[in-house]
Structures are given as structure tokens and as C-alpha cells.
T-cell receptor
Framework: DTAVSQTPKYLVTQMGNDKSIKCEQN?????MYWYKQDSKKFLKIMFS???????INETVPNRFSPKSPDKAHLNLHINSLELGDSAVYFC????????????FGPGTRLTVL | QKEVEQDPGPLSVPEGAIVSLNCTYS??????FMWYRQYSRKGPELLMY????GNKEDGRFTAQVDKSSKYISLFIRDSQPSDSATYLC?????????????FGDGTTLTVKP
């Protein structure tokens, strides 16, 4: 059984387009995260949600808009894609009171041409 | 200066060697110290974590934290080719910082048969 899943796995698109990435977890966690990993493997948090409430918003351009319809889902919508948005985006989840133990999804590799 | 600095690598060792992976940090508020392993084109997976100073052992893996020196290490004994991956240290201040984890840049390890 997949614990944290993301769709799509690969996304290739043109500059200026709008795209969405979906994330779902079946671990019963109440906190979910989006991370961006650049080509040098640096993993940086973008957002976190606890019980559908935004907790962390790390100086991310407002072209990025997360949405949490329920505790098991956290989606990421990106408007007006730029070349610098090319990266691997990871979703993760945890229990709020064990937020140091995060479970990551397989990643979505976004390439902006 | 980054809050978390990790020995850059890459590291290449023969099978059976003892491997030492290291990180330093500057934020005194960090209380949780994690090590994640990331295989190529996969999401990070939590190997182990330590709360505050001390050692923790799990099979061939030992995590050490020295808060007085702001220095953490992960030791791998009897390294195996299956240990070849990128290792990411991560740190968190827990609830006082909304559970945010700050990651090092990762060290890529290759264990040669």
C-alpha cells in the first residue's frame, strides 16, 4: 500500500503555463508538507498544513498556491511557470506531535521549457 | 551562512568500511536531529532521529549528537553496496518553530563491492 502518493510523477511544460500536482496520504497523519529539491539535492520546505490550516509558508512566490481539501490531501497549483521552477517537488506527511518523523512521497519531476 | 552545513562529499568507500557522515548547525533551538536516506529518483526516507544530545543505535547505524559543539554524525558500520545513496541530515526545533525541518545539502555515498 502506498503511504504518500503524488501525481503526476513527471511533468514537462512550457513557460507561462499553469499546472497542478496532487498529493495523498493514507497514514492517518494530520500534517502535510511541500518541499522543493533543486538540482544540487538541496531540499527546502515550501508549505505545511495542519488539519487543513496553513502553518508554514516559506517565502514562496504567490504563483504557488497550496490547497488542502481534507487532512489526507494537499495539492500544489503553480501559475505562470518559470524556468527556475524546474525541480523535484516532494510531498510529505507526519503526525503534528511527531513532526520530526516525516514520510515522503516519490516526488514529481517538473521540467519547464 | 546556512543554518545547517553538511560535509559535501561525494564519498566512495569499499564494502565493509565504516562510514562517517557529518553535519554542523548554528541554531541553538534545534532539538530534533534526523537522518534521511534518499536513493536515486526516490523520496527521502527517515533512517533515525535523536532528541537532544547523545547516541542512538539501530543495527549498523549509529547517530551521534553533540549539542555543545553543534555537531551531529551518522556512522554506518560494515557498509554494503545497498547503502549507496544520498544521506540528508535534518534538524527541527519542534513546536517552537511550527515543526519546520531544515535540511543539509546531502552527502552522496557510494559503497563499492
Amino acid at each position: 500500500d502506498t503511504a504518500v502518493s503524488q501525481t503526476p510523477k513527471y511533468l514537462v511544460t512550457q513557460m507561462g503555463n499553469d499546472k497542478s500536482i496532487k498529493c495523498e496520504q493514507n497514514l492517518g497523519h494530520d500534517t502535510m508538507y511541500w518541499y522543493k529539491q533543486d538540482s544540487k539535492k538541496f531540499l527546502k520546505i515550501m508549505f505545511s498544513y495542519n488539519n487543513k490550516e496553513l502553518i508554514i509558508n516559506e517565502t514562496v512566490p504567490n504563483r504557488f498556491s497550496p490547497k488542502s481539501p481534507d487532512k489526507a490531501h494537499l495539492n500544489l497549483h503553480i501559475n505562470s511557470l518559470e524556468l527556475g521552477d524546474s525541480a523535484v517537488y516532494f510531498c510529505a506527511s507526519s503526525h503534528w506531535d511527531r513532526n520530526n518523523e516525516q514520510f515522503f512521497g516519490p516526488g514529481t519531476r517538473l521540467t519547464v521549457l | 551562512q546556512k543554518e545547517v552545513e553538511q560535509d559535501p562529499g561525494p564519498l566512495s568507500v569499499p564494502e565493509g568500511a565504516i562510514v562517517s557522515l557529518n553535519c554542523t548547525y548554528s541554531n541553538s533551538a534545534f532539538q530534533y536531529f534526523m537522518w534521511y536516506r534518499q536513493y536515486s529518483r526516490k523520496g527521502p526516507e527517515l533512517l533515525m532521529y535523536t532528541y537532544s544530545s547523545g547516541n542512538k543505535e539501530d543495527g549498523r547505524f549509529t547517530a551521534q549528537v553533540d549539542k555543545s559543539s553543534k555537531y551531529i554524525s551518522l556512522f554506518i558500520r560494515d557498509s554494503q553496496p545497498s547503502d549507496s545513496a544520498t544521506y540528508l541530515c535534518a534538524m527541527s526545533a519542534g513546536y517552537t518553530n511550527a515543526g519546520k525541518s531544515t535540511f543539509g545539502d546531502g552527502t552522496t555515498l557510494t559503497v563499492k563491492p
